[in-house]
């Protein structure tokens, strides 16, 4: 299991693990997760020719039966060597309601490995720091619940920090949780990556003792955060085509802008940019960076369909009316039929684990 923040490079990262274990002779299967349907994640690693399996509606504490029952889905259908899942980016208390129920549970079907957690360093160094600005109290202690239960920490993109800014993660991590295993890696671009599948390949500690965790600061750190999916079609009213790229960052950098004027902090915006078999994807991860793309189509058309998933800190109400604005005057600036559809938006409810294992004498 990899976990991690949202918008910390998850899906990324797990691209990259399952190339390597295909490439060493392995077969591998992916789970997603998340709190609502229709998942960029999952669009885009099966495009890449995974087996993905999708667990929607909740984290994976809370819909463990069907975590289990996509897991063996996948065991029937592809007899994978390996499954790789990605829980949800605001979830934690992951040991005890997920990882040992599978091993008290189904120890004979499942060899568990060692909970990753990927460290986002665009809000990392603020929460680590203890710095306002950002998210609330309620939804750092999320982030720092995350790293508390991890096996490994990986500071992640280090292909984006300096060699200080690196060292100083790392050392925050330490300062903080001394005991920690902390690894600095880029999903991307795959530095120090072998160090990560090194560690991965040892065998989970089974736990005896659990963290605390505070489910009303849990549920109210979540419930801070506004969560919206939808649908939205883009054409050209003319015979004009366009960058699929470019106009896929200009959305994003439009809807930065106009979450910040309502003071409203990104966790992570991931749209994905379809035009009849070309595909883009782009991200955004947090209030003060610019949108990147982590894929890119190189192509002109003169319609596409996007795919936009988003989790701000913000009520869903706002957030609705932010995405709506900025993709019809979007459509307005540039000439184009702009249509909203499948839309999605709410609060997460209240984690109510299926399991929950309690601390052994």
């Not at 490439?23 to 885009?44: C, E, F, I, P, R």
């Not at 667990?55 to 060597?81: H, I, N, R, S």
């Not at 459509?331 to 559809?341: F, T, Y």
Request: hydrophobic letters at 40%; a negative charge; glycine letters at 6%.
């Amino acid at each position: 299991m990899v976990g991690g923040f949202l918008g910390a490079g998850k899906t990324t990262a797990i691209a990259r693990l399952a190339r390597h274990y295909v490439d060493s002779g392995q077969k591998v299967a992916l789970v997603t997760n998340d709190q609502a349907y229709d998942l960029v994640d999952t669009h885009n690693l099966r495009s890449q020719g995974f087996d993905v399996g999708e667990v929607p509606g909740a984290c994976f504490c809370c819909k463990f039966d069907d975590l289990v029952e996509t897991v063996e889905k996948l065991g029937a259908e592809q007899a994978p060597d390996i499954i790789i899942a990605e829980p949800v980016g605001s979830c934690t208390d992951l040991v005890a309601t997920v990882i040992e129920p599978l091993r008290h549970l189904y120890a004979e079907r499942f060899e568990l490995g060692p909970l990753a957690v990927l460290l986002k360093p665009e809000h990392g160094r603020k929460i680590l720091r203890q710095e306002a600005g950002g998210f609330s109290p309620k939804a750092a202690y999320i982030f720092l619940k995350q790293i508390e239960e991890a096996d490994i920490v990986v500071v992640n993109k280090v292909d984006k920090l300096s060699d200080e800014q690196c060292q100083e993660l790392i050392d925050l991590v330490g300062q903080r949780y001394p005991e920690k295993t902390v690894l600095a890696v880029s999903g991307r671009d795959g530095d120090n990556f072998d160090l990560l599948v090194e560690k991965l390949a040892g065998t989970a500690n089974e736990h005896r003792q659990f963290m605390d965790v505070d489910y009303d600061i849990y549920a109210e750190g979540e419930a801070e955060l506004g969560w919206l999916n939808c649908q939205l079609d883009l054409a050209s009213n003319s015979d004009t085509r366009f960058s699929l790229d470019e106009i896929l960052l200009t959305l994003l950098e439009r809807l930065r802008d106009a979450l910040v004027a309502v003071d409203a902090e990104p966790a992570h915006l991931k749209v994905l940019a379809q035009s009849k078999t070309e595909s883009a994807i782009a991200n955004l991860v947090g209030s003060d960076v610019e949108p990147e793309l982590s894929l890119a189509s190189e192509i002109q058309t003169a319609a596409a369909e996007f795919i936009v998933n988003a989790r701000v800190a913000v009520d869903p109400d706002t957030l609705q009316s932010v995405v709506e604005s900025c993709v019809l005057q979007l459509g307005k600036d540039l000439n184009l039929k702009a249509n909203v559809r499948g839309m999605q938006c709410f609060r997460p409810g209240r984690p109510v684990p299926t399991h929950r294992i309690q601390e052994e004498e």
